[in-house]
T-cell receptor, first 114, second 115 residues
Framework: AQSVTQLGSHVSVSEGALVLLRCNYS??????LFWYVQYPNQGLQLLLK??????LVKGINGFEAEFKKSETSFHLTKPSAHMSDAAEYFC????????????FGKGTRLHILP | DVKVTQSSRYLVKRTGEKVFLECVQD?????MFWYRQDPGLGLRLIYF???????EKGDIPEGYSVSREKKERFSLILESASTNQTSMYLC??????????????FGNGTRLTVT
């Protein structure tokens, strides 16, 4: 069975500092991996996705994530945090056989300190 | 632009009431989903549908049912609402065509309170 684990339900970084949100996955088959972001009072929107074309994936708003098979990880990073990045971030996984069944992690709330 | 619309932003219902949550998408997507979101638990899949009149249970279907009579509309039904169903409910849709897993498109959510 597939699953994702997000380390840290809350992460705080200073404005301008590096953002690192951790995600580890478990999948018996090569996965598709996603990061979604949820701003206050909104639904989720896709930040980026990994589908095997390249291990380093660039997304919107300056975010990127690197797929590391050996570590079963797909951590999300951004070099310099902005106040507008404050949101909840969800890592998600689906498999290539049943790619409509998407499993979400528990989420990490990112706080940006002035 | 892609749009998933949930009919109510906030809803307050009493225990035992029958509750309908409505979701409409304008993208001609085949697949539609209902999730509930609770603090510390992330999103959990309740039901999904891959075609009109087709449905499949997700991870937490107990206490819920769904209806998909038209392609664009997917309804979540709480047969007899209980306080433990107080939550944020998110509807999403997905195109079944194409390759490489297109993204889920989400509505803005319905925050349901059962008193």
């Amino acid at each position: 069975a597939q699953s994702v684990t997000q380390l840290g339900s809350h992460v705080s970084v200073s404005e301008g500092a590096l953002v690192l949100l951790r995600c580890n996955y478990s999948s018996s088959v090569p996965p598709y991996l996603f990061w979604y972001v949820q701003y206050p009072n909104q639904g989720l929107q896709l930040l980026l996705k990994y589908t095997s074309a390249a291990t380093l994936v660039k997304g919107i708003n300056g975010f990127e994530a690197e797929f590391k098979k050996s570590e079963t990880s797909f951590h999300l990073t951004k070099p310099s945090a902005h106040m507008s990045d404050a949101a909840e971030y969800f890592c998600a996984v689906s498999d290539r056989i049943r790619d409509d069944k998407i499993i979400f992690g528990k989420g990490t709330r990112l706080h940006i300190l002035p | 632009d892609v749009k998933v619309t949930q009919s109510s932003r906030y809803l307050v219902k009493r225990t035992g009431e029958k509750v309908f949550l409505e979701c409409v998408q304008d993208m001609d997507h085949e697949n539609m989903f209902w999730y509930r979101q609770d603090p510390g638990l992330g999103l959990r899949l309740i039901y999904f549908s891959y075609d009109v009149k087709m449905k499949e249970k997700g991870d937490i279907p107990e206490g819920y049912s769904v209806s998909r009579e038209k392609k664009e509309r997917f309804s979540l039904i709480l047969e007899s609402a209980s306080t433990n169903q107080t939550s944020m409910y998110l509807c999403a849709s997905l195109s079944a065509s194409g390759t490489g897993t297109p993204p889920l498109h989400f509505g803005n959510g319905t925050r349901l309170t059962v008193t």
